[in-house]
């Protein structure tokens, strides 16, 4: 069973900028990737970033590359997803996930997820 959990999320201003973390505990996989998505309000799950555990190779969706930035600390199982210059466009329920040995955007092929942090953009 694998556990994972958000943290960070919150109401900001645009322009601004705010750090999610997600804590994966449990029996994670030796190989495996971490990535990040996200729901706004009416709108389908989308893809945000990702990172693979042991090469740390990164993947960003077109709207966010240069303003958002994924990262992972091996020591603290650990995963961050820096967040700057925000648009009211980013605000959505962000969620953590685990994945597939291979970095992907897919959404079906990760099988874990947490229960998801707010972020919330005013203008």
């Known amino acids: 069973q694998v556990q994972l959990v958000e943290s960070g999320g919150g109401l900001v201003q645009a322009g601004d900028s705010l750090r999610l973390s997600c804590a994966a505990s449990?029996?994670?996989?030796?190989?495996?990737?971490m990535g990040w998505f996200r729901q706004a309000p009416g709108k389908g799950r989308e893809f945000v970033a990702a990172?693979?555990?042991?090469?740390?190779?990164?993947y960003y969706a077109d709207s966010v590359k240069g303003r958002f930035t994924i990262s992972r600390d091996t020591a603290k199982n650990t995963v961050d997803l820096q967040m700057d210059n925000l648009e009211p466009g980013d605000t959505a329920v962000y969620y953590c996930?685990?994945?597939?040995?291979?970095?992907?955007?897919?959404?079906?092929?990760?099988?874990?997820w947490g229960q998801g942090t707010r972020v919330t953009i005013s203008s």
């Open positions: 449990g029996q994670t996989p030796t190989v495996y990737t």
């Open positions: 996930a685990l994945g597939p040995s291979k970095l992907t955007s897919m959404r079906a092929q990760y099988q874990h």
């Open positions: 990172i693979t555990w042991t090469t740390g190779s990164k």
